[in-house]
């Protein structure tokens, strides 16, 4: 038999595009062995992401350097798939030669004909569905090289929110949900192969419906529940106009459900927000906030931010800083605001200059950082259960988990406590992450 050829798939953006490049090394685990890098690849794939412009040019740089692998390996493949496939299309086999293969969000499971085709045929292809609203196909099976007690598991796709600044509707389509029953049984697969923590995962997982029952997304919690062997649920992302009070309570009864919330903001100023067509003011989600800490006194939540919206004034990004302050974020993820193309954000107008727009997100991080180190510096002394994922591979002897409340944490232990969960006393705090030991 002919030796199985090396692939190596390179993701960039979110948890949506790690599920897929999971997806792909599954689908071509017959024909490819993970490569440990892209110079002894036969295969390279890179798995785009086009929600900010700097995202996109990345993908460009990376082309042109792959450009002489080809020189060394003439036989050498080069697919681009993800959200920068789906909106530039032909596009990129014009501009990068070096491509062999362009495929679209909703192309994935295509992936190893795409390959037959062209080396069978010679020809340069790209393979670009418009989004036909159908449901995904299943999850593939589970992933070569990333078996683990963590894993991600996708239960819709696209989105209909239209946020002004977001290319998510045009590059991933409508909102489609899976089914429970697929759902459960891929949950229960996982389960079955090791896996003792899930994160659910959709643009908007609060506005999921199981397509055949109608069902929605508590109802999949609660039957997610009932699983054994998975001892945590987690999910991203939670839309704030549609995190309702029984998703709410469902986190507090459920016992499985992690003490985590990633709620994005976007932004602390009503104008702001009501221009991004967020759908609630930042009194509301402050409100959302504290029922749900009445509710899980220990919640922990994480947002995401965009910086210089068009038309935001210094007024608007100091709301945004209140926000930071009152709602005291374990981390936030905040971007500087980028146009992209067929998106409504993109047409307005700006009357605040660049400049004077410039220094804010670094200010908003600084504040941000110093939240986290005192968050951090807060756990110093606690106990917690950890989730052990492995061995921290930059500090040799130490092992890494997370807590139920989403802190990350080293410790020395042994390897072999992958997938187990561990008591740890907290006794430093680092930047990233907490330094702890284990406690019988
Ligand atoms: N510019 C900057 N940040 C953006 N995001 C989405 N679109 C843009 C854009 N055009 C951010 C949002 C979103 C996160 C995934 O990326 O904060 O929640
Ligand atoms: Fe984009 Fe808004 Fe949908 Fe999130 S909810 S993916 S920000 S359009």
């Known amino acids: 038999m002919k030796d199985p050829g090396k692939l190596y798939v390179k993701t960039f953006g979110c948890q949506m595009n790690v599920y897929d490049t999971e997806k792909i090394y599954a689908f071509l685990q017959d024909s490819y062995v993970p490569a440990a890098s892209e110079e002894e690849a036969d295969v390279i794939i890179l798995n785009t992401c086009s929600i900010r412009e700097k995202a996109e040019q990345k993908v460009y740089?990376?082309?042109?350097?792959?450009?002489?692998?080809?020189?060394?390996?003439?036989?050498?493949?080069?697919?681009?798939?993800g959200c920068v496939a789906q909106q530039e299309g032909e596009r990129i086999l014009s501009r990068s030669p070096a491509?062999?293969?362009?495929?679209?969000?909703?192309?994935?499971?295509?992936?190893?004909?795409?390959?037959?085709?062209?080396?069978?045929?010679?020809?340069?292809?790209?393979?670009?569905?418009?989004?036909?609203?159908?449901?995904?196909?299943?999850?593939a099976p589970r992933a070569m090289g990333s078996a683990g007690p963590t894993s991600l598991l996708t239960i819709m796709k696209g989105c209909d929110n239209y946020c002004a600044y977001c290319v998510v509707p045009i590059v991933r389509g409508r909102e489609v949900s899976r089914s429970a029953r697929e759902i459960l049984d891929e949950a229960g697969f996982l389960a079955g192969n090791g896996v003792r923590e899930i994160t659910l995962l959709g643009q908007n997982v609060n506005s999921y419906r199981d397509p055949v029952t109608g069902?929605?997304?508590?109802?999949?919690?609660?039957?997610?529940?009932?699983?054994?062997?998975?001892?945590?649920?987690?999910?991203?992302?939670?839309?704030?106009?549609?995190?309702?009070?029984?998703?709410?309570?469902?986190?507090?009864?459920?016992?499985?459900?992690?003490?985590?919330?990633?709620?994005?903001?976007?932004?602390?100023?009503?104008?702001?927000?009501?221009?991004?067509?967020?759908?609630?003011?930042?009194?509301e989600y402050l409100e959302q906030v504290e029922f749900l800490r009445q509710l899980v006194p220990d919640v922990e939540f994480t947002t995401d931010i965009i910086v210089g919206f068009p038309g935001e004034e210094r007024e608007d990004f100091e709301g945004t800083l209140d926000i930071l302050k009152l709602v005291r974020y374990q981390n936030a993820f905040s971007f500087r605001f980028s146009p992209r193309p067929g998106t409504a954000a993109a047409e307005m107008e700006?009357?605040?200059?660049?400049?004077?727009?410039?220094?804010?997100?670094?200010?908003?991080?600084?504040?941000?950082?110093?939240?986290?180190?005192?968050?951090?510096r807060d756990m110093v002394g606690k106990e917690v259960e950890v989730l052990v994922e492995g061995v921290d591979k930059?500090?040799?002897?130490?092992?890494?988990?997370?807590?139920?409340?989403?802190?990350?944490?080293?410790?020395?232990?042994?390897?072999?406590?992958?997938?187990?969960?561990?008591?740890?006393?907290?006794?430093?705090?680092?930047t990233i992450h907490l330094v702890g030991e284990m406690v019988n």
């Open 99 to 139: 491509v062999d293969i362009v495929f679209g969000t909703h192309n994935v499971d295509e992936i190893p004909l795409l390959l037959a085709e062209r080396i069978r045929e010679g020809k340069r292809i790209c393979r670009v569905k418009e989004d036909t609203g159908k449901v995904p196909a299943a999850g």
């Open 215 to 283: 069902a929605g997304f508590v109802s999949l919690l609660e039957s997610l529940e009932l699983l054994s062997g998975i001892e945590r649920i987690r999910f991203v992302t939670s839309h704030p106009k549609d995190f309702s009070p029984e998703l709410a309570r469902s986190m507090a009864d459920l016992s499985k459900v992690c003490e985590h919330i990633h709620l994005p903001v976007q932004a602390g100023s009503d104008r702001v927000l009501k221009a991004m067509k967020r759908g609630y003011t930042s009194r």
């Open 61 to 81: 740089s990376l082309l042109g350097r792959f450009k002489p692998l080809k020189d060394v390996n003439p036989d050498l493949l080069i697919g681009v798939g």
């Open 394 to 430: 930059k500090k040799s002897g130490l092992i890494e988990g997370r807590t139920r409340t989403n802190y990350i944490v080293h410790f020395p232990g042994d390897a072999a406590l992958t997938g187990r969960t561990v008591r740890v006393r907290i006794t430093d705090s680092r």
């Open 350 to 376: 700006d009357c605040v200059d660049a400049d004077v727009k410039r220094p804010w997100l670094p200010e908003l991080q600084e504040l941000q950082n110093s939240i986290t180190a005192e968050k951090h």
